[in-house]
């Protein structure tokens, strides 16, 4: 089945770490993008990336930084430059174009905690 | 600037009731217009999107949504919810933005199903 996966599911980590999140897609897209969810705050988007090799900041990218070196995965390094990690992160993907194309789907998602 | 509005943050409702959930939006390009909906601790999924056509748009699980462009409004509805449809419910704008198709989220609304 295509789809787009998350790894891990739930993740802890102690405040001055660097952590990563996996994000893979095999749904062939070439846009990729990361989502942070507060309680109330809906989606904002963190960084995207078009094509491979490439990628550009979001509404709020700082404390993130990712790499985008192969189509089907994007990961999400949080940072310890980053002041209030705990959320819900969404990766997502779409075929970049007009109309149908620009569909985003969603990953499961991966719930950081920062103790 | 593109904005979206979803102005119920909750709505309860009784089983077999209809529901409508309300979404506004800002924008002074065209835009596409899609509603998501997540179950607790997992990722987004389409229930319905417009493209263009039909302003009538019927998605799954029994959902249908109307475009008004003069009000600038997308609402969802159901004739009668169950049980299972309580998930929070996101509505989505995508617009073009230097070349970029930038999908802008509402803050959600929680529907809340009552036996």
């Known amino acids: 089945d295509g789809g787009i996966t998350q790894s891990p599911k739930y993740l802890f980590r102690k405040e001055g770490q660097n952590v990563t999140l996996s994000c893979e897609q095999n749904l062939n897209h070439d846009a990729m993008y990361w989502y942070r969810q507060d309680p109330g705050q809906g989606l904002r988007l963190i960084y995207y990336s078009q094509i491979v090799n490439d990628f550009q900041k979001g509404d709020i990218a700082e404390g993130y930084s990712v790499s985008r070196e192969k189509k089907e995965s994007f990961p999400l390094t949080v940072t310890s430059a980053q002041k209030n990690p705990t959320a819900f992160y969404l990766c997502?993907?779409?075929?970049?174009?007009?109309?149908?194309?620009?569909?985003?789907?969603f990953g499961p998602g991966t719930r950081l905690t920062v103790l | 600037a593109q904005s979206v509005t979803q102005l119920d943050s909750q709505v309860p409702v009784f089983e077999e009731a209809p529901v409508e959930l309300r979404c506004n939006y800002s924008s002074s390009v065209s835009v596409y217009l899609f509603w998501y909906v997540q179950y607790p601790n997992q990722g987004l999924q389409l229930l319905l999107k417009?493209?263009?056509?039909?302003?009538l748009v019927k998605g799954i699980n029994g959902f249908e949504a109307e475009f008004n462009k003069s009000q600038t409004s997308f609402h969802l509805r159901k004739p009668s919810v169950h049980i299972s449809d309580t998930a929070e419910y996101f509505c989505a704008v995508s617009f073009n933005s230097g070349g970029y198709q930038k999908v802008t989220f509402g803050t959600g609304t929680k529907l809340q199903v009552i036996p």
């Open positions: 417009y493209l263009s056509g039909s302003t």
């Open positions: 997502a993907s779409s075929e970049p174009g007009q109309g149908d194309k620009d569909t985003q789907y």
